[in-house]
């Protein structure tokens, strides 16, 4: 910016492109030459968008951040792994069980030029999720961003739904995300970080086929509004609530049946929920908010 000119970039079909002036005292469009001279006017209608100061301050680059990502050996929450290390964070893998799937998603990782490691440890055990964050510390020396996404998925009706179950559900879901973001905590308020967790649209609406669940996963709604309370105004905390994403080897009535029931007409896919997380790991003044990606299945 120099004065009340801004330099951008305008892409039209009929121009090439290159570099322009805009004169916000009202003189239009200025095209500034290549190899100097006068700079000559456009004529004609073109449209472009200019980030402000302001934008650019409020979109966080990931360039270089850490994220930790529970769960993501497999399917989502190895898709959100690798578009954060996509948009330039390293990454910590974690897992339980899913050993040969981790690995292979740190390779990927490496195969953008970054750095990653997996960490195995069991989130229902609060010793192992404390020593999860220490080896985080350790190998990266600090954490930017904790995405709390391993999760479970148990049918359990009024009639079906046993203590185990209901206990797993509990566990897993919501008790876990908490200790996790208890002990990141003190990583993520020197580094001014954020979590994000993951809620569902069940936990929205309330699934009778799977009682316990919608009660976990409402849980995490209130969890993110009372950890951004708890943790500001050093830590953004936010939610992300999927409807049904489409996976590779989901049985294709679920999506016959969410589709009859969402406004947009389809299920989700991987990239609609990982675009999700960048934006809220990005946003610096959004805090306590739960972002529904359901193509309209909540209203």
């Known amino acids: ?34 190899l100097g001279g ?27 951040k850490v994220a930790l990502v529970t769960g993501s050996a497999k399917r989502l929450g190895r898709a959100v792994a690798l578009r954060l290390a996509e948009e330039g964070a390293d990454v910590v893998i974690h897992y339980r069980e899913s ?25 229902g055990n609060v010793s192992e999720i404390k020593w999860l964050f220490d080896e985080t510390a350790k190998q990266f020396g600090r954490l930017d961003i904790l995405v709390n996404s391993a999760a479970n998925f148990l049918p359990a009706s009024i009639v079906s739904t046993t203590e185990e179950i ?11 995300p908490f200790f996790c973001a208890q002990a990141a905590a003190p990583l993520l308020r020197r580094s001014k970080g954020a979590i994000i967790n993951f809620a569902d649209s069940g936990g929205l609406l309330g699934w009778p086929g799977y009682i316990a669940h919608s009660v976990s996963k409402a849980g995490v709604v209130m969890l993110t509004k009372a950890l951004a309370k708890a943790l500001a105004p050093e830590v953004r905390v936010n939610a992300v609530a999927p409807g049904t994403i489409t996976m590779p080897g989901d049985p294709p009535e679920w999506e016959a049946d969410f589709i009859k ?36 299945r909540t209203l």
């Open 1 to 34: 910016m120099c004065g009340n000119r801004q330099q951008i970039e305008i892409h039209s079909a009929s121009i090439p492109r290159r570099f322009y002036q805009f004169d916000a005292g009202g003189k239009g469009i200025t095209r500034r030459p290549a």
């Open 38 to 64: 006068e700079a000559s006017p456009v004529v004609g209608m073109v449209s472009f968008s200019a980030m402000t100061p302001a934008a650019q301050q409020n979109r966080e680059s990931l360039n270089s």
């Open 99 to 123: 050993r040969a799937e981790a690995a292979e998603a740190v390779a990927e990782v490496e195969k953008l030029g970054r750095r990653a490691i997996a960490v195995t440890a069991d989130l």
């Open 166 to 176: 209901w206990d797993a559900s509990l566990n897993t879901n919501l008790k876990a």
């Open 261 to 296: 029931l969402a406004p947009l007409g389809r299920s989700g896919t991987p990239s609609d929920i990982t675009d999700a997380v960048v934006f809220l790991a990005r946003s610096k003044f959004i805090t306590g908010q739960t972002l529904v990606v359901d193509g309209g």
